[in-house]
């Protein structure tokens, strides 16, 4: 099993609409996580970061399920300029320290907006 | 402020040809990390650097992948006698204290 696992799609949906991606990973002592939002041919861009239960910012909300090992990323109102992949990070071990930092990265997700 | 630059952007090699990617964090950035992003898949770890010390490795694909770091700013990733596996776009990120990574534009290396 993949220690990061996401759906690659792509989720092709309308201006307008409400998307979410899930993302599951296989160590149940990580206590942090990222989405990362990265446009064709540039660099990853931290989205946001999750570290209890979840986050919202805007139309973007990140939720965190600890028991099933998944987390989300839920869109609202799609907007066309949210079209990208977007990345699910979870860091290798489980505390991050000043000894570690690496992190797993997904495949990602591509979504697609439409008009 | 300045983010974190990377260069050349883009570098063609022909195989067997050393290569020097250049990377600089962001001001203060103790830590420091490569990444190699092979297209269609998320960014692979290659290495971490904290200050000048190289504290994990582990992903360098071969002993022809070596990086440095010398100062405990700038660093470099070098790639020796440059195989066709090796095209991809190379990634350096610098960690801020909150613990968020944050990404160069990256290096587009293609070997023929």
């Known amino acids: 099993r993949k220690e990061v696992e996401q759906d690659p799609g792509p989720f092709n949906v309308p201006e307008g609409a409400t998307v979410a991606f899930n993302c599951t990973y296989s160590n149940s002592a990580s206590q942090s996580f990222f989405w990362y939002r990265q446009d064709c041919r540039k660099e990853p861009k931290l989205l946001m970061s999750v570290y209890s239960s979840g986050n919202e910012d805007g139309r973007f909300t990140a939720q965190l399920n600890r028991a099933s090992q998944y987390i989300s990323l839920l869109i609202r109102d799609s907007k066309l300029s949210d079209s990208a992949t977007y990345l699910c990070v979870v860091p290798k071990a489980p505390i991050i320290s000043s000894n570690t930092g690496k992190l797993i990265f997904g495949q990602g997700t591509t979504l697609q907006v439409k008009p | 402020g300045a983010g974190v630059s990377q260069s050349p952007r883009y570098k063609v090699a022909k195989r067997g040809q050393d290569v020097a990617l250049r990377c600089d964090p962001i001001s203060g950035h103790v830590s420091l990390f490569w990444y190699q992003q092979a297209l269609g898949q998320g960014p692979e770890f290659l290495t971490y650097?904290?200050?000048?010390?190289?504290?994990?490795k582990s992903g360098l694909p071969s002993d022809r992948f070596f990086a440095e770091r010398p100062e405990g700013s700038v660093s470099t990733l070098k790639i020796q006698r440059t195989q066709q596996e090796d095209s991809a776009v190379y990634l350096c990120?610098?960690?801020?204290?909150?613990?968020?990574?944050?990404f160069g534009p990256g290096t587009r290396l293609t070997v023929l």
């Open positions: 990120a610098s960690r801020s204290p909150r613990n968020e990574q944050f």
């Open positions: 650097f904290q200050n000048e010390a190289q504290l994990d």
